[in-house]
């Protein structure tokens, strides 16, 4: 079978696993989709190794023997779990890999079982034709990146972190595709930088009573009077270097003019892409869930709620600061999920090789750096000294709403797009 149409059917058999990740751990896991990994790896003379954490909590490693054994590897990651889905909600069931209109539809499609479905396609390929890349490639198809990683990338750290010792740089998801600019000019951000994550669990206390009588000391008053202020709070405008460079770029290419003394005004001129650079601008902290009570007319001694924050690199300590600020007193925090920024120069012989891959297969590819607003699972691999980058090629129609596909309804991912990603990291691996 064509590489090209290999990667289709192993995107669509990906996505047909339910792998989904709520937060829970009560899920189906990834225990299925990770089998199946490492029965198409096995196939063509790898030797994978398969790793439950938890029940059902499954990720799978192995190693493509490169031409000189003796230079650093490469790390290519993906992730193998998926956020939920309402199938009410989409046109076609976000399960069932339905190819319609050019894509295919699905959990997955995007964020991230392409990825993972064109590095099986080309490993696939390279191994049945005998074409080593030049260094050896480490391969990780890892659970629990959507829950921050504790079940799979951050647990093969600190469990098999030998699996990975001689690895210095590495690619994954939320990087290289498209932006229109013109017919003859696409730009290609390629993530360099992304935000540290910590998510925040407050608790307000107070006194218990009936519904009925007067309290002074209500806990969900309490609670919520500082949620409304976290979540009007506005943070101060820091541009990086990573966004200050994005901006120039940017800027240059669709001829808008780059006012240093208000970032905010550029941006709103860039149209989709100000959904991809604004939150990179400055610290944020949304309140996301609420809990409190569990009678009408009964006032609970304690209230709960759940805050997403998220801190540029180099800015984490005052992110906090103000943080708490907005907070108030009376309020305790506890941090449930904490992860770094991170931030590498656009530069180097990795990043050339990216560039010349792009470029290769579309001549109107220009490569510039972006800062993530997210995260990935190259936070728990830089603690290892692994370089990383997000590198997920995809040549997209210019009226896709790409950002709007992660964790959104109906996600998919164009066919032709895949076949694209799967030739420009193939011309990558033989660069890198």
Same mark, same amino acid.
């Given at each position: 079978?064509?590489?090209?149409?290999?990667?289709?059917?192993?995107?669509?058999?990906?996505?047909?696993? &339910?792998? !989904?990740? +709520? %937060?829970?751990?009560? @899920?189906? #896991?990834?225990?299925?989709?990770?089998?199946?990994? =490492?029965?198409? /790896?096995?196939?063509?003379?790898?030797?994978?190794?398969?790793?439950?954490?938890?029940?059902?909590?499954?990720?799978?490693?192995?190693?493509?023997?490169?031409?000189?054994?003796?230079?650093?590897?490469?790390?290519?990651?993906?992730?193998?779990?998926?956020?939920?889905?309402?199938?009410?909600?989409?046109?076609?069931?976000?399960?069932? &890999?339905? !190819?319609? +209109? %050019?894509?295919?539809? @699905?959990? #997955?499609?995007?964020?991230?079982?392409?990825?993972? =479905?064109?590095? /099986?396609?080309?490993?696939?390929?390279?191994?049945?034709?005998?074409?080593?890349?030049?260094?050896?490639?480490?391969?990780?198809?890892?659970?629990?990146?959507?829950?921050?990683?504790?079940?799979?990338?951050?647990?093969?750290?600190?469990?098999?972190?030998?699996?990975?010792?001689?690895?210095?740089?590495?690619?994954?998801?939320?990087?290289?595709?498209?932006?229109?600019?013109?017919?003859?000019?696409?730009?290609?951000?390629?993530?360099?930088?992304?935000?540290?994550?910590?998510?925040?669990?407050?608790?307000?206390?107070?006194?218990?009573?009936?519904?009925?009588?007067?309290?002074?000391?209500?806990?969900?008053?309490?609670?919520?009077?500082?949620?409304?202020?976290?979540?009007?709070?506005?943070?101060?405008?820091?541009?990086?270097?990573?966004?200050?460079?994005?901006?120039?770029?940017?800027?240059?290419?669709?001829?808008?003019?780059?006012?240093?003394?208000?970032?905010?005004?550029?941006?709103?001129?860039?149209?989709?892409?100000?959904?991809?650079?604004?939150?990179?601008?400055?610290?944020?902290?949304?309140?996301?869930?609420?809990?409190?009570?569990?009678?009408?007319?009964?006032?609970?001694?304690?209230?709960?709620?759940?805050?997403?924050?998220?801190?540029?690199?180099?800015?984490?300590?005052?992110?906090?600061?103000?943080?708490?600020?907005?907070?108030?007193?009376?309020?305790?925090?506890?941090?449930?999920?904490?992860?770094?920024?991170?931030?590498?120069?656009?530069?180097?012989?990795?990043?050339?090789?990216?560039?010349?891959?792009?470029?290769?297969?579309?001549?109107?590819?220009?490569?510039?750096?972006?800062?993530?607003?997210?995260?990935?699972?190259?936070?728990?691999?830089?603690?290892?000294?692994?370089?990383?980058?997000?590198?997920?090629?995809?040549?997209?129609?210019?009226?896709?709403?790409?950002?709007?596909?992660?964790?959104?309804?109906?996600?998919?991912?164009?066919?032709?797009?895949?076949?694209?990603?799967?030739?420009?990291?193939?011309?990558?691996?033989?660069?890198?």
């Amino acid at each position: 079978m064509a590489v090209e149409d290999e990667v289709v059917e192993l995107c669509r058999d990906l996505i047909r696993f &339910a792998s !989904v990740n +709520d %937060g829970t751990g009560r @899920g189906p #896991g990834e225990r299925a989709a990770a089998e199946y990994v =490492a029965e198409k /790896l096995a196939e063509v003379g790898l030797e994978p190794q398969v790793f439950e954490s938890a029940p059902h909590r499954t990720s799978v490693v192995t190693r493509m023997e490169g031409k000189d054994t003796s230079r650093p590897a490469l790390l290519i990651h993906g992730h193998l779990d998926v956020v939920p889905a309402e199938p009410k909600e989409w046109t076609y069931d976000p399960f069932a &890999a339905e !190819v319609a +209109d %050019g894509c295919i539809w @699905g959990r #997955g499609a995007v964020d991230m079982k392409d990825m993972d =479905a064109m590095v /099986l396609s080309l490993v696939r390929d390279r191994m049945r034709t005998g074409r080593k890349p030049p260094r050896d490639v480490v391969l990780a198809f890892v659970a629990d990146e959507e829950a921050g990683g504790v079940f799979g990338a951050q647990w093969l750290v600190e469990n098999k972190p030998e699996l990975f010792a001689d690895c210095s740089e590495g690619i994954s998801e939320v990087g290289g595709f498209s932006v229109t600019v013109t017919d003859d000019l696409r730009l290609y951000p390629i993530e360099t930088a992304q935000k540290g994550m910590a998510w925040i669990r407050l608790t307000a206390t107070g006194t218990a009573g009936h519904g009925s009588m007067v309290n002074d000391d209500n806990a969900v008053t309490r609670l919520c009077e500082a949620v409304a202020r976290v979540g009007r709070h506005q943070f101060p405008l820091h541009v990086t270097k990573t966004v200050r460079a994005f901006l120039a770029e940017v800027s240059d290419a669709f001829g808008i003019e780059l006012d240093a003394d208000d970032m905010e005004a550029t941006v709103a001129k860039l149209g989709p892409l100000a959904r991809i650079v604004g939150a990179t601008l400055r610290n944020t902290a949304n309140p996301t869930m609420l809990d409190a009570g569990y009678k009408h007319n009964v006032i609970p001694g304690s209230a709960h709620a759940m805050i997403d924050g998220r801190f540029l690199p180099g800015f984490e300590k005052e992110w906090e600061a103000e943080l708490d600020e907005a907070i108030g007193p009376g309020i305790t925090r506890e941090y449930t999920h904490y992860d770094i920024a991170l931030e590498t120069d656009f530069e180097g012989a990795l990043v050339d090789a990216m560039s010349a891959a792009l470029k290769a297969e579309d001549p109107g590819a220009r490569p510039i750096p972006y800062t993530l607003s997210g995260g990935t699972d190259a936070k728990s691999f830089s603690r290892l000294g692994i370089r990383g980058f997000g590198f997920s090629p995809l040549r997209l129609p210019k009226d896709l709403d790409f950002s709007g596909m992660f964790h959104g309804v109906d996600e998919r991912v164009p066919l032709d797009a895949l076949a694209f990603g799967t030739r420009v990291l193939d011309r990558f691996l033989d660069q890198a």
